[in-house]
């Protein structure tokens, strides 16, 4: 009998009841917003066209530590959560390993990841506002389904821009986020101004985050009582996302497990910000030290070979503008099937972190993710997103290492979702269809040109 | 606050440690199998033919109550059970019902139902036996996955007869099962004799699970080292399925809560008896009184409109004869998006109870279940399986009976498993295409005129 439990769950009354808002213990600050028409900083006012009022507090609020989760939140959390921590005993029996491997998975709610613990906060501020309805765009699609089923749970109307890969590789997601009434148009569309720009410039695009993006925002601003939402990337969704590193910590406190080393995927940081955050303040603190490692796809690797520089987060230009490491707002990144990290930038505090050294970065290729996928789905049984996949890699790897080295590290991964709506990939990737995207440093010195001179 | 939480989990201290076997508290016994071949009751010889030995026992023990479930199979469970006992408290706010409500949720895992729970005990008895592989049939696809996934674990060969209609409306359930290395065929198909019979009398057939379980017999018979596992109807898989209602009851002995009447959804019989075997143990025992419903198609109503008479399980007639309410096994149902409700006959052991009037049994249509599937998604989150939405839409019927009559009662349903493959059947929802069949008188007499003579 083993002491550590398979999974361990937290009870209802342990689960937190305040976020974590992890730039209040950070001593560099990620920069602010840009307003996009002044340069300058960016104003409540001005954010607060395109978003919550409540949401654009949030954002900017970079010195208070702790954020109540409202009452409604709470209880519609108690409906998925708490999520299981779970220890990888056969993954390590498998590997051969004298690591201990821990992943805390997020995949166990309709939505296949965490993206619903940042939805059903949004959608909740959205309505606490008299909001009608909300637009957003959705790359991988569990975004857009989170933000359908959290709209539906609150009555407001919603409206996803879905990537037109993502549309065409997933149909059955749109079906999801019908049966949630949500109404889902492929992107680049003919709806909006810059849709109709950017099929003009590149007929036959597939789409990307970034334009999907610009999409949302226009559409927000010009249907009254809409706002526009967003799954990843910003301040407010780490924060909302913490919930996810309070839950890990507060589990492994009770098991008397401390984590030598934490990974998570990074598309634009919402999971690894929201796992790492409450570990990442103690190491801000002094008051405990962990290695954090964020693994991204070789073919859009922000991180390792992106500059730390302002750029917008849109591929039309007309949001705020972050300080983050891009690879240029005009990059469209290859077909990669983990649709969920094909944006061209990252977190803005994510990206401070990794700037001060307080976290490492490495890129992964998509089939060695899908080979740690498959490996990962015959021993733990839970068949893994392609994007959460990327993290098992890198976990695998260091598992691996710890064989060589005979040390018996603790790892901690973010197994962020299921892959049940991304069987197309894995059937390419049976069929030994499936190929490496790695972009050369031409196409990425054409991205990093058309950055902005701030 | 509420007392009782949304959601209870067992800690793992708390897992059954055996199986519950019903029929032993039956004072009326189900009848025995009966051999195709001399049509008296079948001897474990025989029967060992077809299945492992040790589930041949488990077939024909109908007097110890407890069976231990093996180390191996209770480690494998600590990995996606316990599952969740939900209080259903947005369900039952939304229909303004005073009734309680409460569902055991049995989709969090990749096979996304209940049949993992037998599907790995079934494979550890075939490894243990030194088997290769083993056939069987999947219906909605879920059994095949179950399977799919207990046979990697145990590094066994799978070999899956998929019911055509479904492997046609739900392709990427095939690309799971090969994730897990599973090989997969449409059924009917020209690998066996009796494949090519049914395939040449009904030319352009969908399939039935009664034909793929023919197939899967039949392969499984003619490859050495190979037997034949089945995910329903035999009781074997009831008591394995016990696990469901050990946990629920236990969960719910932990609340101090007793339920007055427990619903699931009736294809085989394997959710339903594994739901109820502990509560109607009680019964029988004469030591709690409780409602029992089944809940099934109106398209292929075996409790409901079916002769109680012994029938062959398969349509190839190949396999051995069972007591139970039956269609005939040359039913062939219409095409239905419930797959893993398409079967024309009926556990013996349910049969025998609801025979006894020891439960109750209802029909319902197809498009009334998916209307009842949607709303509980959007005020529940979780997207149900269209089999399992057959037991909510009739805990729904009762919660509003509960509403007009005031009455406080308590529901217990299985919430069997997800919906997130069967979105084809979702889209003919939303898009009105969605039609209810419902067998006339005429077509069942000719089934029940097909009937063995015994």
């Given at each position: 009998m083993n002491s550590i439990p398979y999974k361990t769950y937290l009870d209802e009354a342990e689960l937190p009841t305040q976020w974590y808002n992890l730039r209040a213990d950070?001593?560099?600050?990620?920069a602010p917003l840009l307003d996009p028409?002044?340069?300058?900083?960016?104003?409540a006012q001005a954010l607060g066209r395109v978003f919550c009022d409540e949401l654009v507090r949030q954002e900017l609020?970079?010195?208070?530590?702790y954020i109540d989760i409202p009452q409604a939140v709470r209880d519609y959390y108690k409906t998925f959560r708490p999520s299981p921590l779970v220890r990888a005993y056969n993954l390590e029996k498998h590997l051969n390993t004298p690591a201990k491997i821990y992943y805390k998975f997020e995949g166990s709610n309709t939505s296949g990841s965490h993206k619903l613990n940042s939805a059903i906060a949004q959608a909740y501020y959205a309505k606490e506002q008299g909001l009608k309805g909300v637009t957003t765009e959705t790359g991988a699609g569990q975004w857009g389904t989170a933000l359908s089923m959290a709209c539906a749970y609150f009555g407001l109307d919603c409206k996803v821009y879905m990537v037109k890969v993502s549309y065409e590789q997933k149909p059955f997601r749109r079906e999801v986020m019908r049966t949630y009434g949500a109404s889902v148009v492929p992107s680049?569309?003919?709806?909006?101004a810059v849709g109709r720009k950017i099929l003009q410039e590149h007929p036959g695009t597939g789409g990307s985050l970034g334009c999907a993006i610009s999409e949302a925002v226009e559409a927000a601003s010009s249907i009254p009582g809409y706002r526009y939402v967003l799954g990843s990337v910003l301040n407010q969704v780490l924060l909302h996302q913490s919930v996810i590193g309070l839950e890990a910590k507060a589990a492994l406190d009770k098991l008397g497990v401390k984590p030598d080393l934490i990974i998570g995927c990074a598309g634009g940081g919402s999971n690894l910000g929201g796992l790492i955050a409450p570990f990442v303040g103690e190491k801000l603190r002094g008051e405990a030290d962990y290695r954090i490692l964020a693994v991204e796809p070789a073919s859009c690797p922000s991180f390792t070979r992106g500059k730390f520089a302002y750029d917008?987060?849109?591929?039309?230009?007309i949001c705020p503008l972050s300080k983050m490491y891009t690879l240029g707002s005009s990059f469209i990144p290859a077909p990669n099937h983990s649709g969920g990290l094909r944006f061209h930038g990252m977190s803005s505090t994510l990206s401070q972190l990794y700037h001060d050294g307080l976290m490492e970065a490495i890129a992964v290729e998509q089939t060695a993710v899908f080979q740690a996928a498959e490996e990962f789905a015959r021993v733990e049984g839970i068949l893994p997103a392609p994007e959460s996949s990327h993290a098992i890699r890198a976990a695998i790897q260091e598992a691996l290492r710890c064989k060589e080295s005979g040390e018996e590290k603790t790892i901690l991964f973010g197994l962020?979702?299921?892959?049940y709506f991304d069987m197309y990939a894995y059937e390419s990737f049976h069929d030994g269809r499936m190929t490496d995207y790695i972009p050369t440093d031409a196409e990425l010195a054409q991205g990093f040109a058309a950055l902005p001179k701030v």
């Open positions: 950070m001593k560099n600050k990620p028409a002044t340069l300058q900083p960016i104003t609020d970079d010195s208070t530590p680049p569309s003919m709806d909006t917008f987060c849109d591929t039309g230009n962020t979702g299921t892959g």
